[in-house]
């Protein structure tokens, strides 16, 4: 069996996670745009598997459908009651069957496990010709770990000792059991069935199969993670915040290292699956989540966050919230805009200050200025919307959709009621309500004619400061006259 290939992987997720004070089971929580459990199952998929099965127990229902959306491949076996590790296990290989080659055993709540790390575990398990191999580190505080304990003189593994049943030496060991380990499957099967349960916890230990096989004479060995950072369960919301900060600063570390400016890594926060095009900059400030892609030479932030959003090179994106949107080369977002879902900016083209989009397909070169809402929208190039302009998609029933063509320049405060066309090299003048389509060339005007009432102020305001300014204005009016 090839050690990158394992016969199975089982991922063990049954657990309630109580202290993480949670409705949302355990497995289930985020870190960097994936659960726990799916930060493991990347990681472990990286082994191409022959078998990937996930142990799901409290909660199983929301867990096993939050697997089918994420991997649809993955096979959950279920433990009803939680009787501990071994019998975690041993539910999922009754789920699987017969299992010839290595099992891969690992814990649903380390999202800094690498798949780097799990691949050299197999190499050296089947290297080794061990019929168990323990991943194992060595941390500044084992409390609350299990103890790796080791022969003083060849320094094989002996017994791993879980921390409510070491006793007073065992407990100053600073090498720990990460609970992931490579077994010969056929030798784990067997040894399964000898766990017994008289122990502190009246459960079936995965860690007695260490001693149930080097007992039989088979052999035990270890490999041990180079940071021990990597093998850090999560139990409340504290790790869950650490485990962040660490997976963020190596997804950030791997971004400039890969060509990106990342002005203020304390302030930056992105998701595994965003990438970045060459000499892409990062401002302070910036959450970039989901698909994102920062294409060469962009400039994205201060204080902006993308969701699913492709930024194209040379674009400039600033204090702006934008979501599954399209962002064209060298154009041009904020201060202060929001892309909603289905805007599609072109070329060169600008949305600016306080501006918010939704589904809107805005051309080469058009500009929105500023203060307007564009929805349901298609416009075409090298466009100009008059700032504090309306897009008026929606009836009270359903929305309907606007068209501006090429080359037109509307006027400030517009309101554009749908359906409505504004054809090719058109003008709107400032103040217009737009309710009918304007032909291509046309100066479209839809306002009521200005009245000037004289002498209101005085008669309706007597004695208000706005009639004294008026009077004081009138007599120097005269004056000048």
Known sequence: MSAIRPAAVVV???????????????VLHEICGRTLVGHVLAAARELEPENLIVVVGHAREKVTAHLGETDPGVRTAVQAEQNGTGHAVRMALEEIGTVDGTVVVVCGDTPLLRGATLRELTANHTTDGNAVTVLTAEVPDSTGYGRIVRDGASGAVTAIVEHK??????????EINSGVFAFDGQLLADALGKVRTDNSQGEEYL?????????????????????????AGINNRV?????????????????????????????????????????????????LHGSTHIGEGADVGPNTRLTDTVVEAGARVDNTVAVSSHIGPGASVGPYAYLRPGTRLGAKGKIGTYVETKNATIGEGTKIPHLSYVGDATIGEYSNIGAASVFVNYDGQA???????????????????APVTVGDGA???????ITKDVPPGSLAVARGQQRNIEGWVARKRPGSAAAKAAETASRQHSNED
């Open 12 to 26: 063990l997720a049954a657990g309630e996670g109580t202290r993480m004070k949670s409705a949302t089971p355990k």
């Open 427 to 433: 003008y709107t003048a400032a103040g217009s309500v």
């Open 165 to 174: 049943d070491a006793s007073d030496s065992q407990r100053a060991i600073r």
């Open 239 to 287: 790790q869950l915040a650490e485990a962040r900060r660490i997976l963020n600063d190596r997804l950030l570390t791997e971004a400039m290292l890969g060509g990106v400016t990342v002005v203020d890594p304390a302030t930056t926060w992105i998701d595994v699956t965003v990438t970045f095009g060459q000499d892409a900059t990062v401002q302070p400030g910036t959450q």
């Open 399 to 417: 929305k309907h959709h606007t068209t501006v063509g090429s080359h037109c320049r509307t006027g400030s405060d517009n309101m554009f009621v």
């Open 207 to 231: 860690t007695d199969v260490l001693g149930i096989l080097r007992e039989a004479g088979h052999r035990v060995g270890a490999s041990v993670a180079g940071d021990h950072r990597e093998i």
